[in-house]
């Protein structure tokens, strides 16, 4: 189809723009995954600075916002503005993404500090960051894919996505040590990064492709957008308390916008299959290698997403005050004694996305997921005050597994669409990893909720009678809903000074022992490793399901060369492939 006259038009071929768009797309999706991450250790620090009270009923909702604000507007938008990248330009689109992130990170630099306003402050500009994120994440896989011949765009897509998803892990460290610093400064560090990231893109980057304008396909949008945040906000609902119920899963509400969801999510694939220019083209799923890879990467972004969380509160809430850390500085030592996940992962994705070029995506997807799989077996079977370099080793493991799937999965998605649909393909890739990060922390956080309330509550009425708290309290307090235990471990803070009423500790002999650095990391310790088991085995499962699907994507299979190989004289529709791919193993 013809471009319009607005349409920007396909570059001039230079043997070193390839690593232009390298360059400037793995700083883009480094900075769009590290403010992703870097609430994660740094929240303790933010929630003190603004005055806000983590363990106040509502405040839960607040600080699950705060978290998952920006993943859900980029799992919400992704495919959006993939396919107006397709459209209008795959540049075009990421550049206004880059723009978007920038100035969405010098309002969060001047960000208020006066409790609840500050808060939703925070939580409504990083959902509006979570745009311009989402505009970077649709368009940069494309980009590259445009950029470089089929033999290197495993090592390119290898490099990108180290930034991608090392740039989480690496949050981690940034956001403990900048936070110890101030907590402003958390916001700050964007700021350069997208500065000199929004020049450089407007200036350098180009399309190499002639975008095909199409119709917006607003019935498509509305459906999908609506539905899925609908049932990512049922999600994060479903894991706060309901009345006298750990959970509200339950709950009318939660119930009605998943149920509303589900039902606009069917009525998309509906609406896609009829209408003439759909938002996603759904005979992309008939290509084996697509569908196999995308399902493959649902899985183990599920199986991963997760993992953070329980590793932070693992640290801060467990083994780090045990070992003599106060509770105030554990969010940095948290974010130090992880950089083993950071290390294998960083030393496997690269040379597995190399390999990947030469031998195909099966071996290292289905070998990672194998790798990745065994380590949460084996993290199960450590005691809570484990020997760290066991930990480290596991968590090497755990990172080498990812590392080795993640690079090869990508450039099998990617070389298994026409040159036409990558910029939808990339985001329905960028969706099943950011949605599978949301559903992971609605499914680890109520699975780890479900293993604390059968154990949590009797641990600590007894423990606490132990203390000389009186009966009638110690019952009270240990009623407290589980999830607040969660998160009080989750951002580093010790909360038997605020479960207790207030005086009560004025008059305990030994009130410095239940508010000291032991007495709650060892009443957490035994429930926590129990909710932690259901956790991890879920994790493990999916990492296995992750490596069937990998193994039932087949080798390689590059889009183009079945094009040339059995098509004469026309590009063939995305559906006629798919039979190609058996041929391709």
Do not use: C
Request: hydrophobic share 55%; glycine share 10%; net charge neutral.
């Amino acid at each position: 189809m013809a471009t319009t006259s607005s349409a920007p038009q396909p570059a001039a071929r230079d043997p070193h723009y390839k690593w232009v768009a390298l360059s400037n797309t793995t700083l883009g999706m480094l900075a769009a995954s590290i403010n992703g991450s870097i609430l994660l250790i740094s929240l303790p620090a933010i929630f003190r600075g603004i005055g806000l009270k983590p363990l106040e009923p509502g405040n839960v909702n607040i600080l699950l916002w705060s978290i998952m604000g920006y993943m859900v507007a980029t799992s919400v938008l992704v495919v959006t503005f993939g396919r107006l990248g397709d459209s209008l330009g795959r540049a075009r689109i990421y550049n206004l993404g880059f723009l978007i992130f920038t100035i969405a990170a010098i309002a969060l630099s001047l960000m208020p500090d006066n409790g609840s306003f500050a808060a939703w402050y925070l939580i409504t500009v990083r959902i509006l960051q979570g745009v311009g994120g989402a505009m970077l994440m649709a368009n940069s896989t494309a980009i590259l894919t445009d950029a470089f011949p089929t033999e290197q765009r495993g090592l390119a897509l290898g490099i990108n996505t180290i930034a991608a998803i090392g740039g989480s892990f690496i949050g981690l460290l940034i956001g403990g040590l900048l936070a110890d610093i101030d907590w402003r400064l958390v916001f700050w560090i964007n700021v350069p990064f997208g500065v000199v990231g929004t020049a450089w893109a407007y200036w350098k980057l180009k399309d190499r492709a002639a975008p095909r304008h199409r119709p917006i396909d607003w019935a498509g949008n509305f459906t999908f957008g609506i539905g899925l945040i609908l049932i990512l906000i049922g999600i994060t609902e479903g894991i706060q308390p309901y009345g006298s119920h750990a959970m509200a899963w339950t709950s009318p509400e939660v119930m009605s916008l998943i149920g509303v969801g589900l039902v606009l999510i069917v009525a998309f694939l509906v609406i896609e299959s009829r209408v003439a220019f759909p938002m996603f083209d759904l005979a992309l799923f008939r290509i084996r290698p697509f569908t196999a890879g995308n399902l493959a990467s649902l899985f183990a972004a599920i199986g991963r997403g997760g993992l953070q969380f329980m590793l932070i509160i693992w640290l801060q809430g467990i083994w780090l005050p045990l070992h003599g850390y106060s509770f105030e500085e554990t969010p940095l030592w948290a974010g130090i004694f992880m950089l083993p996940l950071t290390l294998g992962f960083l030393v496997a994705t690269p040379v597995s996305g190399w390999l990947s070029d030469h031998h195909g995506a099966r071996p290292f997807a289905v070998g990672g997921m194998l790798i990745g799989a065994a380590s949460f077996a084996a993290l199960m079977e450590l005691p809570p005050d484990f020997s760290y370099p066991v930990f480290a080793l596991l968590l090497f493991m755990n990172g080498l597994g990812s590392g080795l799937f993640i690079a090869p999965n990508s450039t099998a998605i990617m070389n298994s669409v026409p040159p036409a649909e990558r910029g939808q393909a990339a985001g329905m890739r960028a969706t099943t990893l950011n949605a599978g990060q949301v559903l992971s922390i609605g499914i680890f956080f109520s699975l780890m909720i479900v293993g604390l309330t059968e154990q949590l509550p009797a641990s600590m009425e007894a423990a606490l009678i132990a203390q000389n708290v009186p009966d009638a309290v110690a019952r009270h307090v240990a009623s407290a809903p589980a999830v607040a235990s969660l998160f009080a471990a989750f951002l580093g803070y010790n909360p038997m000074g605020e479960l207790l009423p207030p005086g009560m500790l004025a008059t305990l002999p030994n009130a410095a022992e239940i508010t000291g650095k032991t007495f709650f990391p060892h009443l957490l310790a035994g429930p926590f490793m129990h909710g932690l088991v259901f956790a991890f085995s879920f994790s493990m499962i999916l990492n296995l399901l992750a490596a069937v699907a990998s193994w039932l994507a087949g080798g390689k299979y590059v889009h183009e060369h079945h094009a040339a190989l059995h098509v004469q004289g026309h590009v063939p529709r995305p559906a006629a492939d798919a039979e190609a791919s058996v041929a391709a193993r």
